[in-house]
């Protein structure tokens, strides 16, 4: 049975063609905004996994679970064969529409088995002040 290394939700992600290694680029906590609905443009979903001999050959089934603070849930899968005793599941999500405040949820599952959840609050920003800040002044002695 696959097991979990890390799952983490962020704006972008790469994959080094030399040394193979994953960069994650801002990683998603929380969306503010000042006006809904939004759409944020790129959404990417890092899974990687672990699996023992007894899982290499075989054929495995991945589903990211999302659901937007409105409720809508969506299921993304795919399925691979593991060949190696680290794999990686990379989801890309294009265009995701954003129409309240709340929760934005996203869940691995592997062959059935819940392996972890990734939450994103979505929250209003608060409107600017219309007070400048004063940190200090500088002046004559």
């Known amino acids: 049975m696959p097991s979990l290394e890390y799952f983490v939700v ?5 994959v080094d063609q030399q040394t193979n290694q994953v960069s ?3 990683i998603l906590e929380e969306v503010r905004t000042s006006n809904l ?4 443009p790129q959404v990417v ?5 672990n699996l023992g001999a007894n899982d290499l050959g075989q054929e495995h089934h991945a589903v990211l679970r999302v659901r937007t603070p409105k409720g809508d849930p969506r299921e993304f899968s795919a399925r691979f064969r593991a060949s190696h005793r680290r794999q990686r599941v990379f989801t890309r999500l294009i265009g995701m529409p ?6 934005l949820v996203f869940e691995i599952v592997v062959d059935g088995a819940h ?5 994103v609050y979505v929250e209003l920003a608060a409107p600017p ?4 800040v004063s940190i200090g002044q500088v002046g004559q002695a």
């Open 10 to 14: 962020a704006e972008s992600m790469s």
């Open 24 to 26: 994650v680029f801002n």
């Open 37 to 40: 609905p939004v759409v944020l």
């Open 45 to 49: 979903c890092v899974c990687t996994l």
């Open 98 to 103: 954003l129409e309240t405040i709340g929760e």
């Open 115 to 119: 392996l972890a959840t990734h939450t």
């Open 129 to 132: 002040s219309s007070r400048p």
